[in-house]
């Protein structure tokens, strides 16, 4: 059980996150559990569904943004984001199983994903300390500033996720995949 009080229904969150609840159901076909916690702050809902939908219009392919929550979820030992993206891994970024199991240790079997999943692991693992080389690595896979800044923030915003559920230990609601250990 959720440490943190999950309102059971849109309607039962704080005014303020209703519309964003409802517009996140419209999306999803559900308000996931996460949602709905983050929801008793209305600002929080408010940052975290702006952040979210601010990086979905960027560069980096859906598949490639999900392979990282994975490999973040993984390395911050998240057994809630592991659950929902491992499900959204495969429902909406159709990702295989091999591939599922290489972005949960760090990797892809797509070359040009690798090197993305292997920085973003990396900046995860070392908190944004990362080599001269690391970052000639994943330029070197094609690359550009931009999409190595939006690395950077789908590293924060899965970070921040898997921090939430963590301190909430938010009940899962999706098929349930847990983390091999946290690193």
């Not at 601010?54 to 598949?63: E, R, V």
Request: net charge neutral; proline share 5%.
């Amino acid at each position: 059980m959720s440490r943190i009080p999950i309102p059971a229904t849109i309607e039962a969150a704080p005014e303020a996150s209703q519309p964003l609840l409802a517009a996140v159901k419209k999306q999803l076909g559900v308000a996931p559990n996460l949602f709905r916690l983050v929801a008793n702050s209305p600002a929080a809902l408010e940052g975290y569904v702006a952040l979210s939908g601010a990086l979905g219009k960027g560069t980096l392919p859906s598949p490639t943004r999900e392979r990282i929550a994975l490999a973040v979820a993984e390395i911050n030992g998240c057994d809630y984001c592991l659950s929902a993206h491992t499900y959204l891994g495969k429902n909406v970024a159709r990702l295989d199983d091999v591939e599922i199991a290489a972005n949960r240790g760090g990797r892809s079997t797509d070359p040009r994903a690798d090197a993305a999943v292997r920085f973003a692991a990396k900046v995860a693992r070392e908190r944004g300390h990362i080599g001269e080389e690391d970052l000639r690595a994943v330029r070197s896979a094609g690359y550009d500033d931009a999409q190595v800044i939006e690395m950077v923030l789908h590293v924060a915003l899965n970070t921040w996720t898997n921090y939430v559920n963590e301190v909430a230990m938010t009940d899962i609601d999706f098929p349930v995949v847990t983390a091999r250990k946290a690193a």
